[in-house]
């Protein structure tokens, strides 16, 4: 089973910065099979980026996902209100598909 | 639009059953293949189990085999897991979750239902 870390744990940041969120895989991620999913209290997750770096429909060009082999990036170029949420990673490149265990993007 | 309808979550006893459902609309649902993702109260998300889109092939997470049973009813674009010998740890939010394709693996969940409790407890 692939194991994903996600850090930080918190992000406490202020609109308009640039956040910057860390997915590190256990072994090598197939064909760059990785996900980056959004979670705002209360809601269910929603896509954001898929195969590491193709933005899902309708999600704004400030997200942006990069990385290969076991490394990978989630960026918010700046910060929207809108945008302070939970954020987790996901492999699917293998079974069991694996999250991380999730960063938060909080308020400073 | 794409929907996807859970329903079914509850109280039960340890040791118990229960059928969740999710109803789907808005695709073509037997052209896809679908997945169950739960979320333990306050933590992150666990992947349950996975079906594809004809229910020709099933997947299931090592916590749940032998427990639970992942299924589908093309005729009635409803998906179904059946949850036996229900533990304390299997309480969650459980969430329906569409795949990009007909296919399981090598594929992403584009679309999430808003998910039904599961409680287990005495």
């Known amino acids: 089973e692939i194991v994903l870390t996600q850090s930080p744990g918190t992000l406490s940041l202020s609109p308009g910065e640039r956040a910057t969120l860390s997915c590190r895989a256990s072994?090598?991620?197939?064909?760059?099979?990785l996900a980056w999913y959004q979670q705002k209290p209360g809601q269910a997750p929603r896509l954001l980026i898929y195969?590491?770096?193709s933005r899902a429909t309708g999600i704004p060009d400030r997200f942006s996902g990069s990385g290969s082999g076991t490394d990978f990036t989630l960026t918010i170029s700046r910060l929207e209100p809108e945008d302070f949420a939970v954020y987790y990673c996901?492999?699917?490149?293998?079974?069991?598909?694996?999250f991380g265990q999730g960063t938060k993007v909080e308020i400073k | 639009e794409v929907q996807l309808l859970e329903s079914g979550g509850g109280l039960v006893q340890p040791g118990g059953s229960l059928r969740l459902s999710c109803a789907a609309s808005?695709?073509?649902?037997?052209?896809?293949?679908m997945s169950w993702v739960r979320q333990a109260p306050g933590k992150g998300l666990e992947w349950v189990s996975a079906?594809?889109?004809?229910?020709?092939?099933?997947y299931y997470a090592d916590s749940v085999k032998g427990r639970f049973t992942i299924s589908r009813d093309n005729s009635k674009n409803t998906l179904y897991l059946q949850m036996n010998s229900l533990r304390a740890e299997d309480t969650a939010v459980y969430y329906c979750?569409?795949?990009?394709?007909?296919?399981?693996?090598?594929?992403?969940?584009?679309?999430w239902g808003q998910g039904t409790l599961v409680t287990v407890s005495s």
């Open positions: 979750a569409k795949k990009r394709k007909n296919i399981v693996l090598m594929v992403y969940i584009d679309y």
């Open positions: 808005g695709f073509t649902f037997s052209s896809y293949a």
């Open positions: 079906i594809s889109g004809s229910g020709g092939s099933t």
């Open positions: 072994q090598s991620v197939s064909s760059s099979y």
């Open positions: 195969g590491a770096s």
């Open positions: 996901q492999q699917y490149g293998s079974s069991p598909e694996t």
